[in-house]
Structures are given as C-alpha cells and as structure tokens.
C-alpha cells in the first residue's frame, strides 16, 4: 500500500498540490498573455484578468473544499484522541472555527478580483491569511499540550518553526503594504498588474509580493505535516431508517447501514 492510501493521508496531499497547481496555471496563462509581470506579481494578480481569473476562481473554490474537509478531519482526530481535556477540547474548537473561517476567505479571494471589488478582495485576504495563521497558531499549541503522549516532539518543532515562518512573513507583508498603500507612492495602486524598477515604491511592492508567496508556502508546509496524522485514521458515515418509504407512516426500527467515508479501514 502507497503512503496516500492510508488513511486519509491523500486530503493534505490533495490540498497542497490542488492549489499549488491553481496557482502555477494562472501565473503560466497570465505571464503568456502579457496580463502581469513575470516577476514576483501578488498571488491575486494571477486571476485578475480573463481566461485566468476564470481557472484561479474555480479551482481555488475546489481548494476551499479540500481545506475544509481537511480541517473538520484534523478536528475529529484531536476530538478522538483527548476526548476529556477541557483545554485542548477548546482550542480543537476554536481552530475549526478558525479554520473554517479563512476557507470562507479563500473563496471570496478567488470570486472577487482586486480590480472589480477591491472591499470585497481584501476582506477575503485578511480573512484567509489572518484566521489562517491564528488556526496554525492554535495548532501548534494543540501539538504542544499533546506531545508527548499523543505524539513526538518533532512534529510540535516543526510546526513551531513554519508559524514563526508565517509570522515573519506575515509582518513584512503587512508593514510594507502598509506603507506602499500609505499614498506617497500614487493612488489606485490596487489597479497596477504592471510594476517597473523605476517606480516609485517598487522595492516595497517586490518585498510585499515576496512576503506573500512566503507565507503561503509556510501554509503549505503546514498542511504537509498533517499526512502521517492523516495515515491514521479513517471516518464512516452512517445512515439511519425511520421506516421502510418515504410516507407519512408510522416509524419503525430498522437495521443502520455503515460504509466507509473518502477512505479504507487500516
């Protein structure tokens, strides 16, 4: 048996290479049409324009899905291996809120382009990035509390260094986007999918970009240590009959029916 076929290992996989595919088309398709730059554009500048806002949209909808699916399978596990810790208990809660949240984030990210609704584009942006790295945060101290009876210590450093990763590049994005956008640099810089070396604030722009795409790696090297947690475990979905049809009658036992959900036993 291949390391995907157990378990449900193959959903982070699915995830990371899903969008990191989303994300390599639209550049491909934007950079061959002219639309941006071929060096370092914002992740959203690769489905600004049509055909590629077309495949970024619908393909980053599908990633959203994953991430979900993802994130509720993280939630059960940390739910069936400390099922009476109050503390862990709350924070496996909160991070699949979090979680849920910055999905929501990325589809409103892939629907809404910077140039047609820059509101709308930014909420999502905030929403994906920031809940995202608040339920990395918290996943990391939920690896924490459980090492290391539930696992090794090596799984906690790891996630450690990638939040630290996301945090740093968080704070670079943040502090010179803040400053690119601050109006000393021009106006309607959100419409600009061209950037020369000789424009004002291209040095802020190039580490703004930079930053970006840094962070999302950190979130993709996050969800990577999730497959050998994933390997061990599998979820069900059972159906239950109140009757024999689908009239008004009377209800009466019937036997469950159990099959398996996305996955194999183990």
């Known amino acids: 048996m291949w390391w995907f076929q157990q378990g449900l290992s193959f959903l982070p996989s699915a995830l990371v290479i899903w969008t990191s595919a989303a994300f390599i088309f639209s550049y491909i398709t934007a950079v061959t049409l002219h639309h941006i730059d071929p060096a370092l554009p914002y992740i959203s500048d690769t489905g600004t324009l049509a055909p590629e806002k077309c495949l970024f949209g619908a393909m980053l909808n599908i990633a959203a899905v994953l991430c979900i699916a993802t994130i509720y399978v993280r939630y059960k596990q940390v739910h069936a291996l400390s099922p009476e810790e109050n503390v862990i208990i709350k924070l496996n809660k909160a991070g699949l809120v979090l979680g849920i949240l910055s999905c929501l984030g990325l589809s409103v990210v892939a629907n809404f382009q910077k140039t047609a609704l820059f509101a709308?584009?930014?909420?999502?942006?905030?929403?994906?990035?920031?809940?995202?790295?608040?339920?990395?945060?918290?996943?990391?101290?939920?690896?924490?509390?459980?090492?290391?009876?539930?696992?090794?210590?090596?799984?906690f450093w790891i996630r450690l260094l990638l939040v630290i990763w996301c945090g740093v590049s968080a704070f670079s994005m943040l502090t010179c986007s803040s400053i690119l956008h601050s109006g000393s640099f021009g106006t309607d810089l959100e419409q600009k999918l061209h950037w020369n070396p000789e424009d004002k604030g291209y040095v802020l722009h190039m580490i703004t970009t930079a930053a970006e795409w840094s962070m999302s790696f950190s979130f993709f090297g996050f969800f990577l240590t999730y497959i050998r947690d994933f390997q061990k475990i599998s979820l069900r979905v059972e159906a239950n009959l109140h009757g024999l049809t689908l009239y008004d009658t009377a209800p009466c036992p019937i036997n469950s029916e159990r099959t398996r959900l996305l996955s194999r036993d183990i």
């Open 120 to 155: 709308a584009h930014v909420s999502g942006a905030v929403l994906t990035f920031g809940m995202g790295s608040l339920y990395m945060f918290v996943q990391t101290i939920l690896s924490y509390q459980m090492q290391p009876k539930i696992h090794g210590k090596q799984v």
